[in-house]
């Protein structure tokens, strides 16, 4: 099986990025730099800081580099997300045996000043209302404050004024003002400086994009304000999605104008996309998972090497598993794997779906993961229910409809229910598919209508009309609960928020949509689900689903997928424009990908993505004709 960690092989062939990445890293007359290494959730971004980790550690002494990695999720617990980044820094660079020998007393003095820095916390918490007047030297109010449930002896009040110095201000006695926290840039500064054997800092931070908003501000506001210094590099590795949103949940659009885009500029001076993979790199990866499971590390590297070496990613088609297969005879491997027959039978049974199922996993490493280890955990299931009796070819091209379309899926079993010796709706289906010509009745139309189920109907093994599927749905029937069954787990109160949404009258979907803002983010999660598969089957419409992505940019991917793969026969056209082009306002790259993916399929065509992009009065002509003409 394979764990949701980041890996230590280079699968995903990010090694160009790693390379690229530590030289800017190794650079100190670049710093200070911030570098965002953007990527989607499951994208492999853990992986990739690993390996530029490596690469840093292993700099020689003429680009001595210290590498600090940090993990920002583990500060979310903490009263403030600012001093606990900067503290945590400050420890780690006390246990580098260099800046320790070189740097150690004034690392502690940092520390101390961030003790200060939480100051203000600490009184608030401790209901000291004259906070402020602490902190510009001024003792009095804080003395009346610390001394209300006290006597007015005076040396009551001397001795908690004491106490109060001793327990929240550790930073020199002559040093006690709010001009600590400006000088604490300055100190830093200086003390990587007086550390000259070492050329540069760089500090990698993960995890971001699993914090709170606020969380997420406050982490890249203490990188800019007081950590982002000369010799130092911070590498943040982030969806920008999530960045984006949190910046706009922050700081609300001023005149319409949205902040997110300058403030991430101003945070993240140098911005390296990771792209997403294509579905051939994902059929590449879904036969290297198959390998890792079964070769030995040693010598599954050496597969890696020769996958570099023969340039074997730049090729039209995936990797065939018959090239391993020859390297590895080629190569004498001995005693290179656990079962080598299990070995051969599993690579060459994902060799048959995985161009069926790849586009469908969304460039997503992750979620090609969670695909196999489902698929072993029924192969497994099947064995222990059914001996051998089942084929597991045909346990992972049924997984494979489970993941394009879970409704054809549950479609397909309705069907296997009144099985009589073939089935006869999945025969027309093949049949035709076969043929490419002929009528087809109109419940078969979705079908044959989108290329992936096409696509699906026609790889391996085939002929699945002949075989009672009863078995193989067994093994999925958590995936076959209807949506009465999910909708069973809501609380009455979920139930009714859900219903106001789906039924709200035109003009009120975003007061409705903004209703879920109450919800814990289980329950929110929950209900999302639901309206998306709803979106999915018509039950919404558009109006809906462009408030959702605007409101939600963690769903903006969703949305889209559904409306240029999920269900082709979402209606477009002029009545959708002022729509759309409020989801192009929301996400202008996102959604520019999506008409232009949709132009391609002839579902919107040229004049009418110009309206969306660029003409605004355009669009009002067009509304007002189309309400007119009732298409509204």
Partial sequence: MWLDNASSIDMLFYSPYADTVAKFAKNSSLTPLTIGLYGSWGAGKSSLLNMINDRLSEAGDEEKV????????????????????????????????????KAGEKIKSLIQRIDYLKLGKNLAKKGLPFALSALTGNPLPVALSLTADLSTNATDIVSSISTFKEQYIKAPEDDSKIENIRKFRDEFEKMLEEVESIKNLTVIIDDLDRCTPDRIIDTLEAIKLFLSVKKTTFIIAVDQRIIEYAVKTKYQAIDGYELSSDYIEKIIQLPIKIPELSPKDIENYLLLLICQLHIREDEFKKIIDYIYSEKLLLNEKAIDFGQIEAFITNGSFTDYCDDETEFKSNAHTIEKIRSVVSPSLKGNPRQTKRFLNTFFVRKNLAELYFSDELDVSIIAKLLSLEIIDIDLFRKLNDWNKTFDGENSQLKKLETYTQNQDGEIEDELRKWVTKGRILNWLQSEPNDLYKIDLSKYFYLSRESLANEENIDSTFSEEEKQLLYRIINCVAGQEDSRIAELESRSPSSKAKIMEVLLKKFKSEDIGLSHAAALFVRYPEYQNDICEIITKGNINIKLGIASIPHLKRMFKANNQLISDMIDSLIKDQRLKDTEKKVIVEDDDAVVTIVERSRTNGNF
């Fill in 66 to 101: 210290v590498c600090i990695s940090l993990n920002a999720w583990q500060f979310e617990g903490y009263e403030d997300a600012k001093t606990a980044i900067m503290e945590a820094l400050l420890k780690s660079l006390k246990e580098n045996k260099t800046f320790k020998e």
